[in-house]
């Protein structure tokens, strides 16, 4: 029995200059504040300072997407060893950016997990070093690569916007992995949406919002001016609600 | 209802060229067989040619570690707001080699969740960069660096063998992360471990055995003659039994 006294409980524990729109909390109350991409941004870029590499944070939100996405699945009922012929099919949907990397490292792992993976990604000239490094390590996995959206092939903007219409009259639910806020226009309708570190304010379109803890030490957090204390308790991903 | 007709399940999944002396399975039964130092090293080397470079897999090794280190800790019944008055502590204990960043970088993640962490590691001269690195990362948390034991400040080897003395004198129960083989002496008697990718054969002194996912791609596997299917499920840490 625990006979220490505890102090009463403080859910406002994360304080950030200029607010977001949007304010969330966690299941055991805790209040996530909203930041805006800006800050969002210098967070990340603070953190890369400091040696937490674009690298390191790939494989992290990698891993972390995958943990998410497996349970979501289906969990420990669907990847068992006498469920092998039922193995998941999963689609994802990536750009030529940071947040496609972000996609492809976790196809990587989910196809390390026995998930069925088709990756499309555009061709693009010029892709970011992150995104070729990426498609690189795919590639040593069984997962498939595609371009096009059956065989249909329009170039550049056309194409991504058949892909996000293709992604739409599918049944199948989507994941949108750390979309950006609200008022920035919106291709999918997402069933369930990642945040990464301190969420965005998100629009009604990104369904259920997670937040993924892409391990920024307090420090990066202080330097930016946010006062951190971290909600995910024993978690790495935690569900957040509209406060 | 399943109508499928389900194949019989195979049990035996992997396999390697010269299994190690033990055999180890999963809780649903996949046999994991152990692999020698070797061939764990060359997986880990040819991972590194195809991209999956040693600051991604320290990234994923120390996520993973923390998850379950934290699991170890109590879990959800321990990391609640109502419970900040009683946040658990952990002594690690680095040398100065890559397990030793991999402790790092667990510390730095539970350093992260509100753990208050303790890191110990010998001052060198010459330290590899990938500490180096981790070192810097650790230190923007609120987590301790330190580089004695008791103001007792022996040298070299004499200073290893008084932390792992230390290790063993207190009650405190002991993860060991990615130990050697058996065979190879053995300073500390460890509660847990946790292995890496495939397990080498362990002695009886390392307790408990967890099986980690690093993330390696199924050509890598490949390429050193090992048949690889997944064993971890929908997870990225699992206990290993003895077969």
């Known amino acids: 029995e625990n006979i220490l006294e505890a102090k009463p409980v403080v859910y406002r524990q994360i304080t950030v ?17 909203s930041i805006s991409y800006e800050l969002h941004q210098r967070l990340l870029s603070i953190a890369e300072r400091h040696g937490l590499s674009l690298e390191r944070r790939l494989e992290m939100t990698g891993v972390c997407a ?13 990847f068992t060893p006498k469920n ?13 950016h940071v947040q496609g990397a972000q996609g492809i490292s976790c196809g990587r792992h989910l196809a390390n997990h ?10 693009f000239v010029k892709m970011l070093d ?11 996995t069984s997962g498939k690569q595609v371009s096009s959206i059956k065989e249909h092939i329009p170039d550049g903007p056309a194409l991504v916007r058949a892909a996000a219409d293709w992604a739409n ?19 999918v309708e997402a069933k ?20 993924c803890d892409i391990g920024i030490p307090r420090q ?24």
């Open 17 to 33: 200059p200029q607010p977001g729109a949007k304010e969330y909390c966690t299941d055991s109350g805790l209040v996530v504040p």
């Open 66 to 78: 995958t943990q998410m996405a497996l349970t979501l699945l289906g969990g420990p009922n669907r």
């Open 84 to 96: 092998l012929h039922q193995r998941p099919t999963v689609a994802l949907l990536c750009g030529p």
């Open 114 to 123: 026995e998930v069925e993976v088709v990756m499309f990604l555009p061709n």
């Open 130 to 140: 992150c995104v070729t490094s990426e498609v690189t390590l795919f590639n040593k």
């Open 169 to 187: 009259q599918n049944r199948a639910p989507v994941l949108s992995l750390d979309p950006p806020g609200s008022g920035q226009g919106q291709a």
């Open 192 to 211: 369930w949406s990642l945040s990464l570190c301190l969420p965005l304010s998100l629009a009604e379109g990104d369904g259920r919002v997670y937040l």
């Open 220 to 243: 990066v957090f202080k330097e930016v001016g946010i006062k951190y204390i971290c909600p995910f308790g024993c978690k790495f991903v935690i569900p957040l609600h509209s406060a």
